[in-house]
């Protein structure tokens, strides 16, 4: 018999990447296969590491989707491609916080690092509230943000008018310490 350290089984980080050409494709599958991690097509509760492609040298990033909010969502690193290479000639991937996602381009700071140092704290970002939708929401808007809404711990409430929000509280079991965030969409003019 022969005993197998699990440890080593078992995948060291769980990344997906954002935006990458085929070339960043393939360094992130080598990557992987280097360090014992595994890739994810999209990011998940257990997702790490989100590794970005556009971002310059002064750590911002040019250009966001969905993966880079659901990883500040679930606390994961954002990292740039420079991440990956650095750790290709090393015998262990180099440290996150060297090349981590700092601003993006509409001068927004910090935000990987807050959504990263929250993570585990006091459970999902969005535990204990509850979210209403008020006027006009294309269905296909409405299922993407409840998704990902529900993905992060909270609670959509349906069946309430704008009126009667604070009134329906205890109809809807919503406990008095809860938050509910109202996201209000107008319908636009129709000509």
Same mark, same amino acid.
Not at 162 to 183: C, M, Y
């Given at each position: 018999?022969?005993? %197998?350290?699990? #440890? =080593?089984? #078992? $995948?060291? +980080?769980? %990344?997906?990447?954002?935006?990458?050409?085929?070339?960043?494709? @393939?360094?992130?599958?080598?990557?992987?296969?280097?360090?014992?991690?595994?890739?994810?097509?999209?990011?998940?509760?257990?997702? &790490?590491?989100?590794?970005? *492609?556009?971002?310059?040298?002064? @750590?911002?990033? #040019? @250009?966001?989707?969905?993966?880079?909010?659901?990883?500040?969502?679930?606390?994961?690193?954002?990292?740039?491609? *420079?991440?990956?290479?650095?750790?290709?000639? /090393? $015998?262990? $991937?180099? $440290? /996150?916080?060297?090349?981590?996602?700092?601003?993006?381009?509409?001068?927004?700071? !910090?935000?990987?690092? =807050?959504?990263?140092?929250?993570? !585990? %704290?006091? !459970?999902?970002?969005?535990?204990? &509230?509850?979210?209403?939708?008020? !006027?006009?929401?294309?269905?296909? @808007?409405? +299922? /993407?943000?409840?998704?990902?809404?529900?993905?992060?711990?909270?609670?959509?409430?349906?069946?309430? *008018? /704008?009126?009667?929000?604070?009134?329906?509280? #205890?109809? +809807?079991?919503?406990?008095?310490? *809860?938050?509910?965030?109202?996201?209000?969409?107008?319908?636009?003019?129709?000509?």
């Amino acid at each position: 018999y022969e005993l %197998i350290d699990t #440890a =080593r089984l #078992a $995948p060291r +980080f769980y %990344i997906t990447g954002s935006f990458l050409n085929e070339n960043e494709k @393939k360094l992130l599958r080598n990557f992987c296969e280097k360090h014992n991690c595994e890739h994810e097509p999209i990011v998940t509760e257990r997702t &790490t590491h989100v590794v970005l *492609s556009k971002v310059d040298d002064k @750590k911002c990033c #040019a @250009k966001k989707g969905e993966k880079y909010y659901q990883g500040i969502l679930h606390g994961a690193w954002i990292v740039s491609t *420079s991440w990956l290479r650095a750790g290709m000639n /090393e $015998p262990e $991937p180099a $440290p /996150e916080n060297e090349f981590e996602v700092q601003i993006d381009k509409q001068g927004f700071v !910090g935000g990987p690092m =807050r959504g990263r140092l929250r993570r !585990g %704290i006091n !459970g999902p970002l969005f535990a204990n &509230t509850h979210f209403v939708f008020a !006027g006009h929401v294309p269905d296909v @808007k409405r +299922f /993407e943000v409840t998704m990902s809404f529900v993905r992060t711990g909270g609670a959509r409430v349906s069946q309430v *008018s /704008e009126s009667d929000l604070v009134a329906r509280r #205890a109809a +809807f079991d919503i406990a008095p310490g *809860s938050k509910i965030i109202l996201h209000v969409e107008e319908q636009g003019e129709r000509r």
